[in-house]
C-alpha cells in the first residue's frame, strides 16, 4: 500500500495531550425511527388534529368535520457501524500504481482507530465520523502518533460544523466556525470550540483554494495549518506534521468505505475502496 505525506497543521497546544488508546469498547448501530400518521377519528366535532399551522378545518355545510391525514415523515437514515475488518484495493494519486490491504477498523469512544496493512508495511491513524462520512489521518508504522483530522459539515448558510480527532486520545473535540467573509468554502471564520481537555477556545479560521483541495489555516493562540478534501456537505482536514496523510470515506449502506486520498501538490487524489469481510 503506497501513501504520499501531506503538510498538515502541528498542534503546539500542550492542552492537547497524547494518551494510548484502550484495546476495547464497540459502537453500536442507531436504530431508524418511524413516525406512524395520525389516526382519523370520526363523530360531533372529533376528527384528528393534521399537523398544520392552521389545524382541522371542517368542510363547508358539512355536519362531519373534515380531514387531513398528517404527513408521514421519511425513516432516519441508520448510521452503518463500520468497526471491523476490511479488504482494500485503491490506487495512487495522480494515476499511479493500484495496491491491495487489509484494514481493520476499531472503535476508540468518540473516535476510530485505522489500522493498514499491505505487505509488510504497517500504517496507523485516527478517524472521527459525521452522518455517514469518515475522516481519517494516519502515517506509517503501528501507531499514528501525532496525527489529527477534523471533520466538518457545511451548513445551508455556510457555518461549518467540526470534529476533531486525534491519534491515542479516544474524546473528540467540538468545533463552529462561522463565515464572516468569502464565498462558497473559502474565506475567513470566526471559530469557537472546546478541546479534548474540556477548555473552551476561540479564534480564526482562513481557507483557500489549492488544487484538488483547501489548505486550512487556524490561530487560536497559536497558527496551525492543514490540508484537507471537499466531499459532498463534508470537509475532511488532516493535520500533524509532514509524516501524516489524510482520507476521506463516503460510508456506503452495505458498510463499504469509499473514499479518496491525496496531498496538497497532487493534481488528483488517490481512491481507496474497503469492503467489510
Known sequence: MSFIIVWFRTITNSSQETFYMPRYL????????????????IGCG????????EGSKPAANASTPASTPAPTASPAAAKVNIAGEYD??????????PY??????????DVYQFSWLSGSSKYDGVGVMTDNTVAVSYTSGSDGKGCGVVL????????????SGYWGNNVAEKEKAVRDRGTDLEGRYEISGTNTGGKSYKGELNIKRDGEGYVFEWNAGSLLTGYGIRTGDKVAVGFGGKQCTFVAYDVKPDGTLD????A??????????????
Open 264 to 277: 496538497q501538490s497532487a493534481k488528483s487524489f488517490g481512491t481507496e475502496v474497503a469492503k467489510k469481510k
Open 46 to 53: 372529533m376528527g384528528a388534529k393534521p399537523t398544520t399551522n
Open 152 to 163: 466538518y459539515k457545511i451548513g445551508a448558510d455556510g457555518t461549518l460544523d467540526g470534529v
Open 259 to 262: 473514499g479518496k486520498w491525496g
Open 100 to 109: 491491495k490491504a487489509g484494514l481493520v477498523v476499531t472503535p476508540r469512544d
Open 88 to 97: 482494500a484495493t485503491g490506487t495512487n494519486p495522480d494515476g499511479g500504481a
Open 26 to 41: 464497540s459502537l453500536s448501530p442507531l436504530m431508524p425511527v418511524i413516525l406512524s400518521a395520525a389516526l382519523i377519528g
